[in-house]
């Protein structure tokens, strides 16, 4: 159970240090697709991007499985 | 071998960037083999700029991805001012995805990216967006209105003319028929799926409009048996797109009528995925009895 548990959280940390290659512009447009007012709707609502970026971590870990 | 000639235009290879996927374009260039990539199409651009629906407007749902973000875009002068410019050389080919609520207006948008000459090669015409409330999805349901719009939009331009149809009909191949006579060069298919989703304890929508469009693997059995009915009926090279998420998945759109494929949603789980894809589909067509992939489209068994 532990060791499942630590697998996702590693592919987690993985898709995560994978997007500091995301250039600056392609991480606004991210933003601005994401939200509203983009980076400015992210910084002021710091809990809803955690929780967004949590969900999105775990669709990444989804689609890959669909894709194997 | 993977190059695709369309009315003089080549495509270095026959995988897209599906509009809406990647930016504007230029944000991806660092991060992507764009020589690998056939083509880029940008955001749906509006003749006024839109900041988009309301904050939720994505979802993840299984084996796909809900939006509705709701065209939001830095409106057509904006973009022929500061987007436009650094398309230019961007490395591969450029096509432009307009969105209007009415004839009017895509013919607006249209006339004010002619006058500002760019470099790209043509415009993919969004007459299929399900999550505006005002046209958008009118257009791509109504055979008629499809027609009449390319049509106009034919008269203004000698550049590729691509009409990107809905999904969200009865009969998307008489929609097509409609677009092929108007004057389209081809036909983008298909769009995404109206869908929603809702938390069964709360009874709350996940997305604000309530309804938003559904893309990723999930659609891609119905997108395929869309492709291949309009495939059926029309003359004009097709574009296919609905969940395309390996290289085998771009050769089964292929073989059931596209002469190019899209990839879309896989961009938002790493936009550097596209150009795997290049290698994947030349090493294929190098261990099969085929020489080029354009000798594979439409090649199914009858």
């Known amino acids: 159970m532990n060791k499942a548990i630590n697998k996702k959280l590693k592919s987690k940390f993985y898709i995560l240090l994978a997007m ?20 400015k709707f992210a910084l002021l609502h710091p809990i809803i991007l955690i929780k967004d970026l949590w969900r999105y971590l775990e669709w990444c870990q989804k689609i890959d499985e669909d894709i194997k | ?73 830095v409106g057509v002068n904006k973009f022929c001012r500061d987007k436009l410019p650094k398309l230019d050389n961007l490395g591969t080919n450029v096509i432009i995805s307009i969105a209007g609520s009415c004839i009017e207006e895509y013919i607006n948008i249209l006339k004010i990216i002619e006058s500002s000459n760019g470099k790209h090669i043509g415009y993919e015409i969004n007459i299929s967006c399900p999550n505006v409330k005002k046209g958008g999805m009118e257009f791509g349901i109504n055979s008629e209105i499809t027609n009449k719009l390319t049509k106009a939009l034919r008269l203004l331009t000698d550049r590729l003319l691509i009409v990107k149809l809905s999904p969200n009909v009865t009969s998307i191949e008489d929609i097509a028929l409609a677009a092929e006579s108007g004057g389209a060069d081809m036909i983008s298919a298909v769009n995404t799926f109206l869908g929603t989703a809702i938390d069964y304890k709360t009874g709350k929508f996940s997305l604000s409009s309530k309804f938003g469009g559904l893309s990723g693997p999930a659609i891609k059995p119905i997108a395929l048996a869309k492709v291949n009915k309009i495939y059926k009926k029309v003359n004009i090279p097709i574009i296919g797109m609905g969940g395309v998420s390996s290289f085998q998945d771009v050769i089964e759109f292929i073989r059931l009528g596209s002469t190019l494929v899209q990839m879309g949603t896989l961009n938002y789980r790493d936009p550097s995925m596209i150009c795997n894809f290049y290698d994947e589909i030349k090493l294929f067509i190098e261990e099969s009895e085929f020489s080029s992939i354009n000798e594979l489209v439409g090649k199914f068994d009858e």
Request: with cysteine; proline share 5%.
């Open chain 2, 1 to 73: 071998m993977l190059s695709i000639k369309i009315k003089d235009i080549t495509f270095n290879s026959p995988i897209i960037a599906a509009s809406g996927t990647f930016g504007y374009g230029y944000e991806v260039k660092d991060m992507v083999d764009l020589n690998k990539i056939g083509c880029v199409i940008t955001k749906s651009i509006t003749l006024e700029s839109r900041e988009g629906n309301p904050q939720p407007r994505l979802h993840m749902s299984s084996s796909g991805m809900l939006n509705a973000i709701g065209l939001a875009n």
């Open chain 1, 20 to 39: 500091r290659k995301w250039p600056i512009e392609y991480i606004d447009w991210r933003l601005t697709t994401a939200y509203p007012k983009g980076w």
